[in-house]
Protein backbone atom coordinates (compact mmCIF):
# COMPACT_ATOMS: atom_id res chain seq x y z
CA UNK A 1 0.00 0.00 0.00
CA UNK A 2 2.15 2.72 -1.49
CA UNK A 3 -0.22 5.91 -0.79
CA UNK A 4 -3.58 6.67 0.67
CA UNK A 5 -5.88 9.31 2.16
CA UNK A 6 -5.48 10.43 5.74
CA UNK A 7 -8.11 9.35 8.14
CA UNK A 8 -7.09 12.31 10.50
CA UNK A 9 -7.68 15.93 8.37
CA UNK A 10 -4.39 16.96 9.94
CA UNK A 11 -2.08 14.33 9.38
CA UNK A 12 0.04 14.13 6.19
CA UNK A 13 0.91 10.64 4.87
CA UNK A 14 3.98 8.63 4.67
CA UNK A 15 3.41 5.10 4.24
CA UNK A 16 4.86 2.68 6.61
CA UNK A 17 4.81 -1.00 4.71
CA UNK A 18 4.71 -2.58 8.25
CA UNK A 19 0.77 -3.58 8.96
CA UNK A 20 -1.49 -6.23 8.12
CA UNK A 21 -5.14 -7.06 8.50
CA UNK A 22 -6.76 -6.54 11.73
CA UNK A 23 -7.34 -10.40 12.98
CA UNK A 24 -11.04 -11.53 13.48
CA UNK A 25 -12.29 -8.76 11.33
CA UNK A 26 -11.99 -6.53 14.62
CA UNK A 27 -11.87 -3.38 14.80
CA UNK A 28 -10.50 0.02 16.70
CA UNK A 29 -11.69 0.19 20.01
CA UNK A 30 -8.77 1.46 21.89
CA UNK A 31 -6.04 4.24 21.78
CA UNK A 32 -2.29 3.59 22.55
CA UNK A 33 0.09 6.14 22.87
CA UNK A 34 3.80 5.57 23.16
CA UNK A 35 6.91 7.74 23.07
CA UNK A 36 9.41 6.94 20.38
CA UNK A 37 12.31 6.53 22.66
CA UNK A 38 14.43 7.41 19.94
CA UNK A 39 16.93 10.70 19.95
CA UNK A 40 15.27 12.21 16.89
CA UNK A 41 11.91 12.28 15.34
CA UNK A 42 13.63 11.83 12.06
CA UNK A 43 15.20 8.59 13.39
CA UNK A 44 11.63 6.71 14.91
CA UNK A 45 9.95 7.28 11.51
CA UNK A 46 12.66 5.99 9.52
CA UNK A 47 13.00 2.82 11.99
CA UNK A 48 9.16 2.86 11.77
CA UNK A 49 9.08 2.48 7.66
CA UNK A 50 12.20 0.10 8.16
CA UNK A 51 10.43 -3.25 7.00
CA UNK A 52 13.50 -5.32 8.44
CA UNK A 53 12.26 -3.57 11.97
CA UNK A 54 8.62 -5.04 11.95
CA UNK A 55 7.53 -2.31 13.63
CA UNK A 56 4.69 0.68 13.42
CA UNK A 57 1.90 2.66 14.20
CA UNK A 58 -0.55 4.82 12.85
CA UNK A 59 0.57 7.86 13.74
CA UNK A 60 3.30 9.82 14.80
CA UNK A 61 3.73 13.65 16.24
CA UNK A 62 6.45 15.35 16.21
CA UNK A 63 7.45 18.18 19.03
CA UNK A 64 6.36 20.93 16.87
CA UNK A 65 2.67 18.94 16.61
CA UNK A 66 3.07 18.20 13.12
CA UNK A 67 0.95 15.09 12.07
CA UNK A 68 2.14 11.80 9.72
CA UNK A 69 -0.02 8.57 9.48
CA UNK A 70 2.25 5.41 8.38
CA UNK A 71 -0.51 2.93 8.34
CA UNK A 72 -4.34 3.47 7.48
CA UNK A 73 -6.44 3.50 10.36
CA UNK A 74 -8.26 -0.26 9.11
CA UNK A 75 -5.11 -2.12 9.22
CA UNK A 76 -3.26 -3.32 11.90
CA UNK A 77 -0.64 -1.88 12.70
CA UNK A 78 2.48 -3.27 15.24
CA UNK A 79 3.23 -0.81 17.83
CA UNK A 80 1.62 -2.49 20.73
CA UNK A 81 3.43 -6.10 20.99
CA UNK A 82 3.39 -8.66 23.70
CA UNK A 83 0.68 -7.30 26.28
CA UNK A 84 -3.33 -7.28 27.73
CA UNK A 85 -5.90 -5.01 28.66
CA UNK A 86 -9.15 -6.83 30.40
CA UNK A 87 -9.84 -9.90 28.36
CA UNK A 88 -8.02 -8.52 24.79
CA UNK A 89 -4.55 -9.90 24.28
CA UNK A 90 -4.20 -8.59 20.94
CA UNK A 91 -3.97 -4.78 21.30
CA UNK A 92 -2.35 -4.48 17.62
CA UNK A 93 -5.81 -5.98 16.58
CA UNK A 94 -7.53 -3.72 18.18
CA UNK A 95 -6.09 -0.49 19.09
CA UNK A 96 -5.29 2.63 16.72
CA UNK A 97 -0.98 3.39 17.16
CA UNK A 98 0.29 6.96 18.20
CA UNK A 99 3.26 7.83 18.86
CA UNK A 100 4.70 10.76 20.33
CA UNK A 101 8.05 11.89 19.69
CA UNK A 102 10.03 11.88 22.68
CA UNK A 103 13.69 10.19 23.65
CA UNK A 104 12.03 8.72 26.73
CA UNK A 105 13.51 7.03 30.12
CA UNK A 106 16.86 7.02 27.92
CA UNK A 107 17.03 10.37 27.30
CA UNK A 108 16.14 11.91 30.28
CA UNK A 109 12.61 12.08 29.53
CA UNK A 110 12.72 15.66 28.72
CA UNK A 111 8.94 17.73 29.18
CA UNK A 112 6.37 17.25 25.97
CA UNK A 113 5.98 20.92 24.30
CA UNK A 114 2.44 21.79 24.63
CA UNK A 115 2.00 22.48 21.09
CA UNK A 116 2.22 18.35 20.84
CA UNK A 117 0.32 17.77 23.43
CA UNK A 118 -2.56 19.55 22.07
CA UNK A 119 -1.77 18.05 18.59
CA UNK A 120 -2.16 14.42 20.25
CA UNK A 121 -5.42 15.62 22.20
CA UNK A 122 -6.81 16.75 18.33
CA UNK A 123 -6.18 13.79 17.11
CA UNK A 124 -7.44 11.53 19.77
CA UNK A 125 -10.65 13.44 19.83
CA UNK A 126 -11.09 12.92 16.35
CA UNK A 127 -10.25 9.26 16.43
CA UNK A 128 -12.61 8.53 19.35
CA UNK A 129 -15.24 10.08 17.91
CA UNK A 130 -15.04 8.50 14.75
CA UNK A 131 -14.90 4.85 16.62
CA UNK A 132 -17.06 5.70 19.69
CA UNK A 133 -13.75 4.78 21.67
CA UNK A 134 -14.76 5.00 25.48
CA UNK A 135 -12.44 7.42 27.87
CA UNK A 136 -10.59 5.19 30.01
CA UNK A 137 -9.98 2.92 26.43
CA UNK A 138 -7.21 5.89 26.02
CA UNK A 139 -4.27 4.02 27.69
CA UNK A 140 -0.14 4.26 27.68
CA UNK A 141 1.34 1.42 26.65
CA UNK A 142 2.90 1.05 30.09
CA UNK A 143 -0.28 0.12 30.72
CA UNK A 144 -1.11 -3.04 28.96
CA UNK A 145 2.97 -4.09 29.76
CA UNK A 146 3.52 -3.07 33.12
CA UNK A 147 7.61 -3.94 33.35
CA UNK A 148 8.35 -4.26 29.88
CA UNK A 149 7.54 -0.93 28.94
CA UNK A 150 7.51 2.16 30.59
CA UNK A 151 5.79 4.88 27.64
CA UNK A 152 4.69 7.62 27.20
CA UNK A 153 6.31 7.90 31.16
CA UNK A 154 5.36 9.65 34.17
CA UNK A 155 5.58 12.83 32.77
CA UNK A 156 3.23 12.75 30.12
CA UNK A 157 0.49 15.35 30.98
CA UNK A 158 -2.50 13.30 31.09
CA UNK A 159 -4.17 15.47 33.37
CA UNK A 160 -3.98 18.53 30.46
CA UNK A 161 -5.26 15.68 28.20
CA UNK A 162 -7.95 14.72 29.82
CA UNK A 163 -8.91 18.84 30.19
CA UNK A 164 -8.80 18.52 26.57
CA UNK A 165 -11.35 16.26 26.38
CA UNK A 166 -9.05 12.64 26.12
CA UNK A 167 -8.56 10.06 28.97
CA UNK A 168 -10.19 9.07 32.09
CA UNK A 169 -8.44 10.70 34.79
CA UNK A 170 -9.39 11.60 38.87
CA UNK A 171 -7.91 14.16 40.60
CA UNK A 172 -4.61 11.67 42.16
CA UNK A 173 -4.96 11.92 45.80
CA UNK A 174 -2.27 13.28 47.66
CA UNK A 175 0.40 11.53 48.74
CA UNK A 176 0.76 11.06 52.90
CA UNK A 177 0.88 8.33 55.39
CA UNK A 178 -1.22 5.30 56.11
CA UNK A 179 -1.15 1.91 55.55
CA UNK A 180 0.79 0.57 52.88
CA UNK A 181 1.01 -2.57 50.61
CA UNK A 182 4.73 -3.44 49.68
CA UNK A 183 6.70 -6.18 47.94
CA UNK A 184 6.74 -9.67 49.39
CA UNK A 185 3.17 -9.16 51.56
CA UNK A 186 0.43 -11.56 51.12
CA UNK A 187 -3.46 -11.96 52.29
CA UNK A 188 -6.50 -10.64 51.44
CA UNK A 189 -5.45 -6.62 51.46
CA UNK A 190 -3.05 -7.74 48.60
CA UNK A 191 -5.91 -9.57 46.93
CA UNK A 192 -8.23 -6.97 47.07
CA UNK A 193 -5.68 -4.52 45.42
CA UNK A 194 -4.87 -7.11 42.93
CA UNK A 195 -8.54 -7.40 42.02
CA UNK A 196 -9.34 -3.52 41.81
CA UNK A 197 -6.51 -3.10 39.52
CA UNK A 198 -7.81 -6.06 37.20
CA UNK A 199 -11.33 -4.67 37.32
CA UNK A 200 -9.79 -1.34 36.13
CA UNK A 201 -8.19 -3.66 33.09
CA UNK A 202 -4.96 -3.91 34.03
CA UNK A 203 -3.27 -7.57 33.81
CA UNK A 204 -2.73 -8.56 37.39
CA UNK A 205 -3.46 -11.97 38.51
CA UNK A 206 -5.32 -12.41 41.93
CA UNK A 207 -2.77 -14.64 43.60
CA UNK A 208 -3.15 -12.65 46.98
CA UNK A 209 1.12 -12.41 46.82
CA UNK A 210 2.90 -8.76 46.25
CA UNK A 211 5.15 -10.59 43.58
CA UNK A 212 7.20 -9.00 40.84
CA UNK A 213 3.99 -8.43 38.56
CA UNK A 214 1.62 -7.06 41.07
CA UNK A 215 4.45 -4.57 41.93
CA UNK A 216 5.10 -3.47 38.05
CA UNK A 217 1.00 -3.02 37.61
CA UNK A 218 1.63 -0.81 40.84
CA UNK A 219 4.20 1.57 39.01
CA UNK A 220 2.41 1.07 35.89
CA UNK A 221 -0.53 2.54 36.88
CA UNK A 222 1.03 5.36 38.98
CA UNK A 223 3.04 6.22 36.06
CA UNK A 224 -0.32 7.40 34.20
CA UNK A 225 -2.90 8.11 37.05
CA UNK A 226 -0.57 9.47 40.12
CA UNK A 227 2.71 10.47 38.24
CA UNK A 228 4.48 11.99 41.20
CA UNK A 229 6.17 9.11 42.66
CA UNK A 230 6.52 5.51 40.78
CA UNK A 231 7.32 3.01 43.17
CA UNK A 232 5.15 -0.10 42.92
CA UNK A 233 4.03 0.42 46.93
CA UNK A 234 0.69 0.64 46.79
CA UNK A 235 0.23 3.45 49.72
CA UNK A 236 -3.09 5.07 50.57
CA UNK A 237 -2.65 7.51 47.47
CA UNK A 238 -2.23 4.80 45.17
CA UNK A 239 -5.08 3.18 46.34
CA UNK A 240 -7.89 5.87 46.71
CA UNK A 241 -6.95 7.43 43.47
CA UNK A 242 -7.92 3.34 41.48
CA UNK A 243 -10.58 3.54 43.73
CA UNK A 244 -11.76 7.00 42.34
CA UNK A 245 -11.13 6.20 39.10
CA UNK A 246 -13.25 2.93 38.59
CA UNK A 247 -15.83 4.60 40.92
CA UNK A 248 -15.97 7.22 38.16
CA UNK A 249 -16.16 4.25 35.16
CA UNK A 250 -19.54 4.49 33.23
CA UNK A 251 -21.98 2.15 34.70
CA UNK A 252 -22.52 -1.29 33.18
CA UNK A 253 -26.02 -1.75 31.78
CA UNK A 254 -28.07 -4.31 33.15
CA UNK A 255 -30.13 -6.50 30.97
Not at 2 to 23: I, K, L, M
Not at 117 to 133: K, M, P, T
Not at 213 to 240: K, N
Request: overall charge negative; hydrophobic content about 40%.
Amino acid sequence: MSNFRPDHPAASVHPSPNHGERREGRTPDCILLHYTGMPTGEGALARLCDPAAEVSSHYLIFENGRILQLVPEARRAWHAGAGRWKEDADLNSSSIGVEIVNPGHDGALPPYPDGQIEAVAALCRDIAARHNIAPERVLAHSDIAPGRKRDPGEHFPWAALHAMGVGHWVAPAPIAGGRFLSPGEQGRPVEALQAMLALYGYPCPQTGLYDPQTEAVVAAFQRHYRPALVDGIADASTIVTLRDLIAALPAIPQG
